[in-house]
């Protein structure tokens, strides 16, 4: 008997999410013994054309990592959406649009202009920037288009799990193979992590009366290994961010980044994050909230890191 | 014929102890302010969500006004406080964002203000008539693909 069949891509992403694959060291063989892999491009080589051929539903997981910020990805989606049986959003990007998702504060134009002109270390003076096609002596040839604007994955096709994390973590990927091995999955739409927030998993204990009178970055600040964060003046994600990943983070003594995503039920991660992290501000008169906010540099960035594209807004607006 | 003027649509989330009683009394006095305001009750300004002023903007709101007691006025004592910290935080957000700033604003209007309340209708009205529809085309731009 044949074995199943499994698919792991990569779109706008950094590599972590197939490198968190193979740290999961024996359970890469499970996952090995139990499948086969039709298309793995850090790792084996296939054609894309391969993928293509194959009629549809005949992969039966796909673990899909990466936002989609180009043609080439979106067909991509598409192709192993229509032959996948199931569709994983794998990590960060895949799930809220994750660092690349960062690119929708921006634009096409922008992005282009910084990075074919700006930079110190540009040479281009031609002012060459890329085109979707070109023609030369041996024909046309082709790039894929950049879009303005970054997506998650369920924003571009229908999506049947997530597992959340940049990257996840070795003990969410060790519970995704045993459930894809023996079979028993959860519900479709599931999110592969728990239901509570980063705080209820964090060992730090807040304090009953939270008076914050200034916030500091975290490279400015030398933060005490067991008060909370925030209570300390630095901006932590736990409050609005998925657990699962056992406080990670905190436990190193770094604040939350918030790559699992907002909790169930929260709609906009960032909002509710806004929300936390304005409760702990002990001032009443204008002009003095107004200094203490003014330390949170690049709220946007800070609260939406790993969700802009999944957000209420998505992006930012142009005018 | 008549150039037609456009008209915002403005939702305005008031709290049950002032600012609800404020509108109340503009209505109940015979005021006239603009028609422009679609009006929310909730207990106390310090429940509005800044997920609530975000969702009113994405699905068809121009505007969002959000009013509750004077400071040192809360009957919940410090609900008010809590609506301004993170009201200032969330116009720092929504400037990132490019939404302008008149589009979403914070005020305190008493039980007694009617007139108050509405002189701050007429003036959000013309502000956000001027600042013209909120658009997120970007928005359609991710959704439809």
């Given amino acids: ?319 | 014929m008549s150039v037609t003027r456009f008209e915002p649509r403005i939702i305005a989330f008031l709290c049950n102890w002032c600012s609800y009683a404020g509108a109340d009394l503009a209505g109940i006095s015979r005021m006239q302010y603009p028609p422009n305001v679609r009006v929310i009750r909730v207990m106390c300004s310090g429940r509005i969500d800044p997920t609530f002023v975000v969702k009113a903007l994405r699905d068809g709101a121009d505007g969002v006004l959000v009013a509750g007691c004077h400071p040192g006025d809360c009957h919940y004592l410090e609900g008010n406080y809590k609506t301004l910290r993170r009201h200032r935080l969330l116009m720092k957000l929504l400037e990132q964002f490019g939404i302008e700033a008149g589009r979403v604003r914070l005020t305190w209007v008493s039980a007694g203000e009617g007139e108050r309340f509405a002189s701050v209708v007429k003036e959000m009205t013309e502000t956000v008539r001027k600042l013209g529809p909120f658009s997120h085309r970007e928005r359609a731009q991710v959704e439809q693909a």
Wanted: with cysteine; hydrophobic share 40%.
């Fill in chain 1, 1 to 319: 008997m044949s074995k199943p069949k499994l698919a792991l891509y990569w779109a706008a992403t950094c590599g972590g999410c197939d490198v968190a694959v193979l740290d999961t060291q024996t359970k890469v063989l499970d996952l090995a013994d139990a499948f086969d892999i039709v298309l793995w491009p850090i790792a084996i080589d296939f054609k894309y054309s391969d993928i293509e051929r194959l009629p549809e539903k005949s992969i039966d997981v796909c673990l899909f990592n990466g936002a989609v910020r180009n043609a080439e990805q979106e067909h991509l989606a598409n192709v192993l959406r229509k032959r996948s049986g199931l569709l994983v959003a794998f990590g960060s990007c895949a799930c809220g649009g994750g660092i690349p998702g960062l690119a929708n504060a921006t634009d096409r134009q922008a992005i282009f202009a910084r990075a074919y002109r700006e930079t110190p270390s540009t040479v281009n003076p031609d002012g060459v920037e890329p085109a979707t096609e070109i023609e030369m002596p041996e024909g046309v040839l082709t790039i894929p288009e950049f879009y303005d604007s970054v997506r998650c994955l369920d924003q571009v096709v229908n999506v049947d799990y997530y597992v959340p994390g940049c990257p996840p973590t070795v003990e969410l990927i060790g519970k995704v193979v045993d459930a894809l091995v023996s079979g028993e999955l959860p519900p479709l739409g599931s999110v592969v992590a728990a239901d509570k927030t980063v705080c209820d998993e964090c060992p730090r204990e807040p304090k009953e009366n939270r008076k914050v009178k200034a916030f500091r970055p975290l490279c400015e600040a030398t933060p005490n290994a067991e008060e909370c964060f925030l209570d300390q003046g630095i901006v932590c994600c736990g409050p609005a961010t998925r657990a699962g990943c056992g406080a990670t983070c905190p436990l190193a003594n770094a604040p939350c980044r918030g790559c699992f995503g907002p909790p169930p039920a929260t709609v906009d991660q960032g909002l509710k994050l806004l929300s936390a992290v304005s409760s702990v501000i002990d001032a009443k008169n204008e002009d003095e909230i107004e200094g203490i906010v003014d330390q949170i540099q690049d709220p946007l960035g800070l609260f939406y890191r790993f969700g802009l594209p999944r957000s209420l807004l998505h992006r930012k607006r142009k005018n």
